[in-house]
C-alpha cells in the first residue's frame, strides 16, 4: 500500500489506522471477548480507527446466524463500552459482523472459516489480511493452532496478505510447557507475527512510566540504588476468584499474576534506557532485567503465600476460598503471594523489590512504588521529624490512574515540625481526554503490527524461570491464612520487618 506523501510520519495529530484487514475472535462468547473485546472493538470504531474495509469474525459453538452474533455484540457494546453510544457507528460496524459456528475440533468448520476468509477478501476487500485472536482455555491453544496450520489459515503466502496470532496469558504453566507453546506458535505463524498479550501494558499508566523516566531529567539521576531504598508493586483484587475455580484453583496467584503482570511492571521500572523507542530495542532492555532477577537465599522467609478465609468485605461477610464453588475442601492453592526479588545489576545492586498480589484484599489497586532513602543528615531534633518518613513516587496504574510524589514540609505554626505531604498527577484531571481502555491499544497494535508492549518468548521463559523454584518450594504447603478484608498473612508483614521496612498502604 502505497503511503500519503502529504503525511509527515512524525506528526502524531492524525490517528494511525491499520490496512484493511479481519480480526478474528475464537470463543466469542466467552466473558473475555464480551467484556472487553467487542467493546473494544466498537470504541476503536466510535474513535474512528478501524479501516473502512473491516470485518469481525466470531468463531464459537454456536448455532448462531450472522445475525444472532450481532445481537450479542451490540449487547455487550452497549454495556461494557468507553465511549458514548453511537447508533450510526453501530450501523456501520454491524454490517461488517460475520459468525461461524463450529468446536475446536471440527474440522468442516475451520475449513468453512477459511473459505470465509477467502470470499471476504473480495466482498469487503481486506486483502487477505487477519488478525486471530485466541480467547479460548490454554489447553486449547494447540488444537486451534493445528487447525489454522492445517488449512493454511496462518500462511502470509497462501493468503497474499499478513496473518497475525494473538495469544492470552498464561503462557504456559511453568517453563517446559511455556517453551512448547512458544515453539508450536512460532511453527505455525512466523515469530514476528506471535502477539503475546499481557492487558496491563496497553494500560496508559503503565506506557506512562517510561516517559517519566526517560523524557524527564528530573528522576532518572536518582533512579538507582545510590537514592532508592526499595521498590514496591501491588497488584490488590477485593474480589474473589468470581467462578473461575477450574482455572484459578490449577493456576494460583503466582502464575496468574506475578509470572506475567508483576514481573512486567518490575521490567519496565528497572530497565535500561532504550537506545530508541521501538519494540526490539525496549524488549531487548526489559529482557536484560528478567534474566538479572535474583531469588532470595532464604526463601522460606522471603517467598509468601496465603489463602483467604472468611470475613468481612465493604460491609458484606464473604467465604473463604475453599468455601467457594467447586473448590476442594482441602485445596492448598494461594490467593496471595509476595517474594522479595533482588537484580543483578550495577544500577539496582543491594535494593530489594518487593512484589506481592492477592485477592479478596481491601480494595482494588495496582502501583509502583518507589522510596527513596532518607536524607543522611536531618539538622531538626527525632520529634520535630516522627511523621517524615521515606520520599516516594508512586505511579498508580489503577483505578486512580496518577503519580503521587511525597516528601517532607514543614506544618506550619511556631514550632519546626516536618511531616509528608503528597503532590497528585491524575489523568482525568490534566487532560480533557479520557484514556483508552487497554483492549483498545492492543488490539489497534496488533492489527498495526506494533509489537512494542506485546512480550516475546524469551520474555516470557525468563519469567519462568523466577516462577518454577518458588513454585517448586511452595509445593504440597500450606498456604498462610489471612482474612477476606486484610491486606495478607502476617507473614508478609513479616518478611518486610525483617529488613526494617514495611508495606506501604495503598
Not at 422 to 429: I, N, P, Q, R
Request: glycine share 6%; aromatic share 10%.
Amino acid at each position: 500500500m502505497r503511503s500519503n506523501p502529504l503525511r509527515d510520519p512524525g506528526d502524531r495529530r492524525l490517528p494511525r489506522v491499520p490496512e484493511p484487514c479481519a480480526l478474528v475472535v475464537f470463543g466469542v462468547t466467552g466473558d473475555l471477548a464480551r467484556k472487553k473485546l467487542l467493546p473494544a472493538i466498537y470504541d476503536l470504531a466510535n474513535r474512528g480507527l478501524l479501516p473502512a474495509d473491516f470485518v469481525l469474525l466470531g468463531f464459537a459453538r454456536r448455532d448462531w446466524e450472522d445475525g444472532d452474533f450481532e445481537s450479542l455484540a451490540k449487547k455487550a457494546a452497549k454495556e461494557h463500552a468507553r465511549t458514548d453510544w453511537n447508533e450510526e457507528v453501530w450501523a456501520r460496524l454491524s454490517g461488517d459482523i460475520k459468525f461461524v459456528a463450529g468446536s475446536f475440533d471440527d474440522d468442516a468448520a475451520f475449513d468453512t472459516l477459511a473459505t470465509t476468509l477467502d470470499e471476504l477478501r473480495q466482498s469487503h476487500g481486506i486483502k487477505g489480511n487477519a488478525a486471530f485472536y485466541l480467547s479460548v482455555p490454554p489447553s486449547m491453544f494447540p488444537v486451534v493452532l493445528k487447525q489454522m496450520e492445517r488449512t493454511k489459515m496462518a500462511d502470509n503466502a497462501t493468503s497474499g496478505g499478513w496473518r497475525r496470532v494473538v495469544v492470552e496469558k498464561p503462557f504456559g504453566h511453568d517453563l517446559p510447557s511455556a517453551k512448547a507453546l512458544n515453539a508450536l506458535v512460532d511453527e505455525v505463524f512466523t515469530a514476528k507475527d506471535v502477539f503475546r498479550i499481557d492487558h496491563y501494558l496497553g494500560k496508559e499508566t503503565v506506557q506512562n512510566l517510561m516517559a517519566l523516566r526517560f523524557a524527564n531529567q528530573l528522576f532518572e539521576p536518582v533512579w538507582n540504588a545510590n537514592y532508592v531504598d526499595s521498590v514496591q508493586i501491588t497488584m490488590a483484587e477485593d474480589v474473589g476468584i468470581a467462578g473461575r475455580a477450574g482455572f484459578y484453583d490449577v493456576t494460583g496467584a503466582a502464575r496468574d499474576v506475578l509470572q506475567n503482570h508483576l514481573l512486567q511492571l518490575l521490567a519496565l521500572t528497572a530497565m535500561e534506557e532504550p537506545v530508541e523507542f521501538t519494540a526490539d530495542a525496549i524488549r531487548t532492555e526489559k529482557l536484560k532485567v528478567l534474566r538479572a532477577i535474583r531469588l532470595p537465599s532464604d526463601t522460606g522467609a522471603y517467598a509468601i503465600r496465603g489463602q483467604y478465609q472468611q470475613g468481612w468485605l465493604a460491609g458484606e461477610r464473604v467465604v473463604a476460598y475453599r468455601a467457594e464453588k467447586d473448590i476442594p475442601e482441602d485445596s492448598k492453592t494461594e490467593s496471595y503471594a509476595a517474594v522479595r526479588l533482588g537484580i543483578d545489576t550495577r544500577r539496582w545492586a543491594g535494593v530489594p523489590f518487593y512484589l506481592r498480589t492477592g485477592k479478596r484484599l481491601p480494595r482494588r489497586v495496582t502501583e509502583i512504588a518507589v522510596l527513596f532513602k532518607k536524607a543522611p543528615h536531618l539538622p531538626f531534633s527525632h520529634t520535630d521529624t516522627e511523621e517524615l518518613g521515606h520520599n516516594q513516587l508512586v505511579i498508580r496504574v489503577q483505578p486512580d490512574e496518577g503519580v503521587t510524589l511525597k516528601f517532607g514540609s514543614k506544618v506550619p505554626g511556631s514550632m519546626m515540625e516536618v511531616r509528608d505531604v503528597a503532590m497528585d498527577f491524575l489523568y482525568g484531571e490534566a487532560f480533557t481526554e479520557s484514556s483508552p481502555e487497554a483492549y483498545e491499544r492492543l488490539i489497534l497494535d496488533v492489527m498495526l503490527g506494533d509489537a512494542t508492549l506485546f512480550p516475546r518468548n524469551e520474555e516470557v521463559e525468563a519469567s519462568w524461570r523466577v516462577i518454577d523454584p518458588l513454585e517448586e518450594f511452595w509445593a504440597g504447603q500450606e498456604p498462610e491464612a489471612y482474612r477476606a478484608g486484610e491486606w495478607g498473612p502476617k507473614a508478609a508483614d513479616e518478611m518486610l520487618a525483617r529488613d526494617g521496612r514495611s508495606w506501604r498502604r495503598p
